[in-house]
């Protein structure tokens, strides 16, 4: 899952009024008005919000591999002593492999599955190929009336490692080349949401409430969950921060297309 930074947002103004209608209210802004000006709050009768059929939906994670796809974020040296990593794919066979960080930050290309190294061997990360794919996540998503609520349960992780959530967007069919996912945080926009910790045995069980819902796959993109887990101990903020040499995707679940489409 390539990661990019956020390419524009769009401002649409339609008179010197502005409405914002979202989640069960509506906002009423005069452009013309002085600065600090509170905004007018009307009732969410008045506005007359609907949300989407509820949904519910078991959630099972997976590897790249699993869809054909290389690993994206851990290497291991398939000669020992080289110094030069690779990217495991769905043929590799060698679970005893030490996995490394790169030595140069390496783009998260899942689509590209033949660029699979090799590069400059950097840092251990303290497990092997067959530790990181043991990895399993489980759980449920259950959207009403607009809120959302996640239950997830992942075991065999890294060890007291520190992980965060992220809802990721594509364009589908992709584009040629790939120009990557675009990451936000699970929950808050500033990332204050999203982060968990794994026990001794690398479990952990993620539990939480959003508003709005998430946003499912649709005609023109697909939407997925993904966890990563930061080497570095830090999380970034808003952002998932350097993919490859401190940031690894492990497991990720694709969401399904909204319905009615």
């Known amino acids: 899952m390539t990661r990019l930074t956020p390419l524009a947002a769009a401002l649409i103004v339609v008179a010197p009024t502005l409405t914002f209608a979202a989640m069960g209210y509506v906002e009423a802004f005069d452009a013309s008005a002085p600065a600090g000006t509170n905004l007018q709050h009307v009732d969410a009768d008045v506005a007359n919000t609907t949300f989407d059929a509820a949904e519910q939906m078991s959630l099972t994670f997976i590897f790249h591999i699993d869809e ?28 005893d492999a030490p996995l490394y960080a790169p030595a140069v930050a390496v783009p998260h290309t899942p689509l590209q ?45 890294v060890p007291e490692g520190l992980y965060t959530m992220w809802h990721d967007f594509a364009i589908w069919p992709p584009t040629d080349p790939f120009i990557g996912f675009y990451d936000t945080p699970f ?51 808003h952002t998932p921060g350097e993919f490859s040499t401190n940031t690894h995707v492990q497991l990720y679940v694709p969401l399904p297309t909204r319905a009615g489409l």
């Open 68 to 95: 054909g796809l290389t690993e994206q974020d851990v290497f291991y040296e398939p000669v020992a002593g080289s110094g030069e990593v690779f990217r495991p794919t769905g043929a590799t066979r060698e679970m």
């Open 113 to 157: 599955t033949e660029n699979t190294g090799p590069w400059p061997r950097g840092r251990a990360l303290g497990i092997t190929l067959g530790e990181w794919f043991a990895a399993t996540g489980q759980g449920s998503y259950v959207c009403e009336n607009g809120v959302g609520h996640v239950d997830i349960r992942f075991e065999n992780l």
């Open 187 to 237: 929950g808050a926009r500033d990332g204050s949401e999203n982060a968990f910790v794994t026990d001794a045995d690398g479990n952990a069980h993620f539990v939480r409430t959003i508003t709005p819902c998430l946003q499912l796959s649709g005609e023109q993109l697909i939407s997925e969950l993904a966890i990563a887990w930061h080497s570095d101990g830090e999380t970034h903020g």
